[in-house]
């Protein structure tokens, strides 16, 4: 059976060039529903944080739905912390809970 991808990840620099602070965004993570549970979030978050790390990124965010407790556990093992809501985020009207990393 040939590999195939089961996960991604996409981060983004929101602003800071140069040498400067720099925040990125953690845009989207998402696991195929047939292999969740087998570690693939944990190795995606862990590879995007080390290449933040690379860039220099010194603080990460993201947005998750309020009601999507399953996702926030996994932002927080990897140390993210709740830093707001933002009412309205998506399209069908639903907050976001914003969440933050600051990374040394």
């Known amino acids: 059976m040939g590999k195939r991808p089961v996960g991604y990840v996409m981060l983004a620099r929101s602003q800071?060039?140069?040498?400067?602070?720099?925040?990125s965004e953690l845009l989207a993570i998402a696991v195929e529903a047939g292999a969740r549970r087998w570690?693939?979030?944990?190795?995606?978050?862990?590879?995007?944080?080390?290449?933040?790390e690379e860039l220099l990124v010194k603080t990460l965010i993201l947005y998750t739905a309020v009601d999507n407790l399953p996702a926030q556990a996994l932002f927080k093992k990897h140390g993210f912390?709740?830093?707001?809501?933002?009412?309205?985020?998506?399209?069908?009207?639903?907050s976001a809970l914003l969440m933050q990393k600051e990374i040394s």
Do not use: N, S
């Not at 570690?39 to 933040?52: C, F, N, Q, T, V």
């Not at 912390?81 to 639903?94: H, I, L, R, S, W």
């Open 16 to 23: 800071g060039e140069g040498l400067g602070p720099r925040l």
């Open 39 to 52: 570690g693939i979030g944990d190795l995606l978050m862990r590879e995007m944080i080390r290449k933040a």
């Open 81 to 94: 912390a709740p830093a707001g809501v933002k009412k309205g985020f998506y399209p069908e009207g639903q």
